[in-house]
């Protein structure tokens, strides 16, 4: 199958003290595979829930996405969690890691309990070498820095080697050198694992060296342009 991803004119609406929100609201967009997009937009904007209905962690209020050839939201959960690990990788602000396990265990972590056909712990450690974390397998999370902690985070989203990497401000914890560094992973990732990535910024000069840019507003999309230097 492709691995496109088509909005077909989604809404998600949130009820709550009498107050109807159209978080998202009537979106129409194709992602093409291997893509890599920025998601701008005020506080609020509905960029956060926008990138949930795209990892299908949040089904929407009407409208259909479409992977490939499929609607997802007929599967039921246990069709969508394969699914997701199938096709989803994700990364957050707040890293999420599990505080307890060390950086290789929090890597391996999505792979529990699942059948692969490689090696599972040579996998890990080939990803957290490739995210320059060759020295730190057996570090915990409160041992790493913030920049490290989110490495390990990628390493964790890319271990099942996801056709699309969906990433919530994944540079908003850090700091701007340390942000490149994330972004510039990503980019990586990106053109060497042909993984889509679709990234939530506050930071107009990264949302910039995307290939293409969205810009959304009261849950519309107001801007979708692709730039003519990828860089
Ligand atoms: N679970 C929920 N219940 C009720 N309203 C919600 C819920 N989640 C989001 N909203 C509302 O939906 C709208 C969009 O929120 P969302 O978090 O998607 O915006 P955002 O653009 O990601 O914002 P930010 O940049 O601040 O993270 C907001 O008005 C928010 O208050």
Not at 207 to 228: F, L, P, Y
Request: net charge negative.
């Amino acid at each position: 199958m492709t691995h496109q991803i088509k909005c077909k004119s989604i809404s998600k609406v949130f009820y709550g003290d009498g107050v109807r929100t159209f978080a998202v609201d009537g979106v129409d967009l194709t992602f093409e595979e291997g893509e890599f997009v920025s998601i701008v937009g005020t506080s609020g904007s509905g960029k956060s829930t926008f990138l949930s209905l795209l990892g299908a962690l949040d089904s929407p209020t009407s409208g259909e996405i479409i992977y490939g050839n499929e609607s997802i939201h007929k599967r039921n959960r246990k069709q969508l969690s394969d699914f997701r690990f199938e096709n989803i990788g994700f990364i957050f602000q707040q890293f999420h890691l599990l505080p307890t396990l060390t950086a290789l265990e929090n890597v391996m972590a999505p792979l529990f309990a699942r059948k692969v056909s490689y090696d599972k712990r040579k996998r890990a450690e080939e990803l957290l070498t490739q995210m320059g974390l060759e020295d730190k397998f057996h570090s915990l999370p409160s041992q790493l820095s913030g920049g490290q902690q989110q490495r390990v985070a990628i390493a964790r989203a890319m271990v099942h080697e996801p056709s699309w990497l969906l990433a919530d401000e994944p540079t908003g914890n850090l700091d701007t050198e340390t942000g490149e560094i994330i972004f510039d992973l990503i980019s990586t990732l990106n053109k060497e694992k042909s993984c889509g990535v679709i990234f939530v910024t506050h930071d107009p000069a990264l949302a910039k060296r995307a290939e293409r840019q969205i810009e959304m507003k009261d849950g519309k999309v107001t801007h979708d342009q692709r730039s003519i230097i990828y860089v």
